[in-house]
């Protein structure tokens, strides 16, 4: 005999509120545009008690727009350095984003910036190639040995079901250490005895290409639109949907998920192994003990805020940087420590934290017929 009883709701999560007159329900679906609007507005609800801590700190309301737009957006030198600073962390954010879309949770982005530089100062100690190939080559060393150093945690994940979080946080302490050991030892600077690698010559820099700007950001946003084909357009990113979605009904189905969730953590670490050589050959100019300190948050940070997007997660990194420079212009003319712009920091991760409740689930007005 047929069951024709029909289906009932699957709706868990109704709960009278005020007086058993809304209910709270999970939502099916938001369209983009709204979900847009949400994180907009949590955004603009976090930069208010941005500003009123500010104000709270020392610094006059009036200028806040000054110091946070004028001064550092339409000034050239600011300018210039908020793009030297978001080079790297535009390639970190879209290696967190990398990771966390094939379900890898890689807390070790700043030990896979390391090994990146660590290889690339390699080339250079050793004086390995022509001199004409030797930043591409250096290139390409960083991102193999920060492949090489992601390719433990992910192959103990999928074979002893280790926990990446644990694994990829404990192999940071062993590259921090790692480099601690090169530039308090070997490779320490004969010249003056400090902790640092002898300077890159002029060849093994990053160069700037217009005024005064570097070639790192363009790299930066060559490295976005690569990254956004491979997840928007390629088979690779058809599938990657699909093991972001849910790795069981892939495998069923015939989607190779080991394998895509290892290519995807191996190019989730050759991107911060890059990012560890930009810092190394565009910015500190030699290998140095705390290049990396900042940027393993910062990738998570960029990842989160950007669901994963690599456009948004480039905007995000922009943004981000902008606040950096204005943080350092506010600690010079306004006594202000770089601890309160590690706080606006995290007001924001939280603002937009909260949004996803809003996002995922609505209020309705219970119906007089509603049981």
């Known amino acids: 005999m047929t069951d ?3 289906p009932q709701p699957t709706v868990s999560t109704r709960q009278p509120l005020f007086g058993r007159r809304y209910t709270l329900e999970t939502r099916q679906q938001m369209a983009m545009h709204w979900q847009a609007l949400v994180i907009g507005l949590a955004l603009l609800f976090g930069l208010a008690i941005c500003a009123l801590i500010l104000v709270g700190a020392g610094v006059p309301a009036q200028e806040l727009l000054n110091e946070f737009v004028v001064q550092t957006l339409f000034d050239a030198q600011n300018l210039r350095a908020v793009l030297f600073q978001a080079a790297p962390m535009i390639m970190v954010g879209l290696a967190g984003c990398m990771a966390f879309r094939a379900r890898f949770w890689n807390l070790g982005l700043e030990g896979q910036m390391i090994w990146g530089a660590i290889g690339a100062t390699a080339i250079s100690l050793f004086d390995i190639g022509p001199h004409a190939l030797r930043l591409p080559l250096m290139m390409l060393t960083a991102m193999l040995c920060a492949m090489l150093w992601t390719l433990t945690p992910v192959l103990l994940k999928l074979h002893l079901k280790v926990n990446e979080i644990i694994s990829t946080l404990m192999l940071n302490y062993i590259a921090a250490n790692f480099l601690l050991h090169l530039v308090y030892g070997s490779w320490k600077d004969p010249r003056d005895n400090f902790p640092y690698s002898p300077p890159l010559q ?9 005024a005064g700007y570097n070639v790192a950001i363009l790299m930066a946003l060559v490295i976005t639109a690569i990254t956004l084909w491979f997840v928007g357009i390629s088979r690779a990113g058809l599938y990657l949907r699909f093991v972001d979605a849910n790795p069981r009904v892939a495998g ?8 895509m969730i290892v290519a995807t953590v191996l190019l989730s670490g050759a991107l911060a192994g890059l ?8 910015q500190e100019g030699r290998l140095t003990q705390s290049f990396y300190q900042g940027y393993g948050f ?7 805020l950007a669901r994963n997007n690599p456009v948004a997660a480039t905007v995000v990194a922009l943004l981000i940087a902008l606040l950096f420079v204005a943080g350092r212009n506010l600690q010079v003319f306004y006594q202000i420590p770089f601890s309160m712009v590690q706080l606006i920091q995290a007001i924001l991760v939280i603002c937009v934290a909260s949004s996803d409740f809003f996002i995922r689930h609505r209020m309705r007005r219970i119906q007089a017929g509603d049981c």
């Open 202 to 210: 002029s060849f093994e820099r990053l160069p700037d290409f217009l």
């Open 298 to 304: 910062s990738g998570i940070l960029i990842a989160f």
């Open 252 to 259: 069923a189905v015939g989607v190779p998920v080991r394998k």
């Open 4 to 6: 024709t009883t029909l």
């Open 275 to 282: 990012a560890g050589f930009v810092v190394t050959a565009g």
